[in-house]
């Protein structure tokens, strides 16, 4: 509680149910904030290497975690490290592959090598501190879709247009055994988290299961008979989530945790392939679905042409408690899996517990709720209604904890910064505002592109606010005051979307051509030219 008291970020509000760290949990607690003590003082020292690395090493070890939500605090102190540390590091170089489309990264452990693989079925191995070439490892000449490689760095694995997948050694580029054979065209091809197995998709929706030592298939292959639009390893491999639908489209790729549109969603056995569960909600034609973390033990489909959400176990595929009615406009789901609230045009929003899907209450006061947000430690939603107010309760109880916030306008997003102590608000489709959570007051004064504002993003620690428009520009501004801090940057074209790249001191601006491009978010410098 004193460790949570003393972050500026986290609002301390009496603790309901609180349960106490464990005696492990506890243990971990003490290293992280040690670790992060650490890297201060290294900070202090100019030595920002170092401390990246072990506030790196830190974080990486946790992302398996189960608890994260009870030692979040700790996990985003070490994450600001980390952004502070690594921009002060100098970028070393910019490395040019090839004249192909980069389609594949990877660093290795320690950071000296680095591994490249283009679409024009070229594969590069860098020194990963000079930028300079050490040997190109792989000429194949066929047009490759997709590569990745094994957790521990010994194998890359491409799938071509060829209909092929190969296994090589990253290290000298050799070909290791037999092409994986398919009937079309590979999509995707991705490692089993402990690299005994790959994973591949074809474009006529196939899902093809391979042993690594043999190349040989270990089951008979998955058919989609809708098309297939996504196939993933779970977290410790012992499942396979596939996403496909029946005529309606597919906004977003799945993963563990992510949000997709499907109208089918399967749980396969990552060994055998054996089909677990499916979940098809029967009452709307598009269905939303996320595997609610932490565990994702449970699967929460949506159907906005019904109305309703419902909850589903993973393992049996049985519904946990009743239909979540009232979700005409949108579902949001908290990070801890421990909340939901639907929201339509009509009504207030509701409040239901993520694990048993029960009714917990009504956020009353947001009639015609527009859009809503999870706090990223759960413990605050934030919603913006018809009435052109922003209001803010309790995760908990969906009791209203402050005054109603007058946007003098319709609120088209409202969101949390990353900290969760400032609420940004896109009104009117071309004026932000900014509310400090803790005082209620709207900081500094209210901003504006000349056309519509489409997207903003926040960088990781929650310094800068990055907004987008259709009148071409990208606006950096300071993320508490809401001050510009250099003139817009202009891409030349209506922008999309907008994100800054973490821990990297860069942005990415999006148009609506389809051109990208790479800049500065310290001085809105332009540095390269992703896509035309």
């Given amino acids: 509680i004193e460790a949570i008291a003393n972050d500026n970020d986290t609002i301390v509000k009496p603790l309901v149910n609180y349960t106490p760290l464990t005696d492990e949990q506890e243990s971990l607690v003490g290293s992280l904030k040690l670790t992060s003590q650490l890297a201060r003082r290294l900070l202090d020292e100019d030595d920002p290497r170092l401390a990246a690395f072990l506030t790196f090493e830190a974080l990486d070890s946790l992302w398996a975690r189960q608890d994260a939500d009870r030692i979040h605090p700790f996990v985003r102190e070490l994450d600001a490290v980390m952004s502070s540390a690594l921009g002060r590091i100098e970028v070393l170089s910019i490395i040019h592959p090839t ?7 990877a660093v290795s452990e320690d950071g000296e090598r680095l591994w490249t693989v283009s679409d ?15 040997r190109t ?54 490692f089993s988290p402990d690299g005994s197995r790959i994973l591949t998709t074809t474009i006529t929706g196939t899902v093809h299961l391979w042993d690594v030592e043999s190349a040989m298939e270990v089951v008979a292959p998955i ?18 989530i596939t996403a496909s639908h029946d005529s309606s489209p597919m906004s977003m790729d799945v993963s563990y945790g992510e949000y997709i549109q499907s109208a089918r969603v399967q749980i396969w056995n990552g060994t055998t392939a054996a089909p677990i569960t499916e979940f098809r909600d029967g009452i709307g034609d598009v269905i939303d679905a996320f595997l609610v973390p932490p565990d994702g033990s449970r699967v929460l489909t949506v159907s906005r042409a019904g109305d309703a959400a419902q909850l589903w176990d ?19 789901l908290s990070a801890d899996g421990n909340r939901i609230v639907t929201f339509s045009r009509y009504g207030a929003p509701t409040l239901w517990d993520g694990r048993s899907g029960a009714w917990l209450s009504e956020l009353r006061g947001s009639d015609g709720t527009q859009s809503a947000s999870f706090s990223p430690d759960s413990s605050l939603i934030v919603s ?76 990781s620690d929650g310094k800068k606010l990055v ?14 005051t809401g001050n510009e801090l250099f003139e817009p940057i202009d891409h030349n074209s209506q922008l999309d979307k907008v994100r800054t790249v973490k821990a990297s001191e860069t942005l990415v601006t999006v148009g609506r051509d389809g051109s990208a491009s790479l800049w500065s978010s310290s001085s809105g410098a332009f540095i390269a030219e992703l896509l035309k």
């Fill in 99 to 105: 004249d192909g489309k980069l389609i594949f990264a």
């Fill in 467 to 480: 907004t987008a428009s259709w009148d071409h520009t990208a606006q950096v501004r300071d993320g508490i």
């Fill in 223 to 240: 058919q989609h008979i809708a098309e297939l639009q996504s196939a993933r390893f779970g977290p410790d491999g012992s499942r396979l």
């Fill in 314 to 332: 993973v393992t049996t595929g049985d519904p946990i408690g009743d239909q979540m009615f009232g979700a005409g406009a949108g579902v949001i």
């Fill in 120 to 134: 024009d079925g070229s594969a590069n191995l860098w020194d990963g501190t000079t930028g300079k070439l050490i």
């Fill in 137 to 190: 490892l792989i000429k194949s000449g066929n047009q490759v879709n997709h590569a990745s490689m094994d957790a521990h760095r010994r194998h890359l694995v491409t799938a071509s247009r060829d209909g092929r997948v190969r296994l090589w050694n990253s290290e000298d580029g050799s070909p290791m055994g037999e092409p994986m054979v398919h009937d079309n065209e590979v999509q995707w091809a991705e």
């Fill in 384 to 459: 913006a209604s018809e009435d052109n107010r922003v209001r803010i309760y309790d995760a908990m109880s969906g009791a209203a904890i402050s005054n109603p916030k007058e946007a003098d306008g319709y609120i088209q997003e409202v969101l949390f910064s990353p900290g969760g102590n400032r609420i940004v608000a896109i009104v009117e489709r071309n004026e932000i505002r900014i509310w400090d959570v803790v005082s209620d007051q709207l900081i500094g004064r209210a901003f504006e592109h000349k056309h519509y504002v489409v997207d903003a993003d926040f960088e």
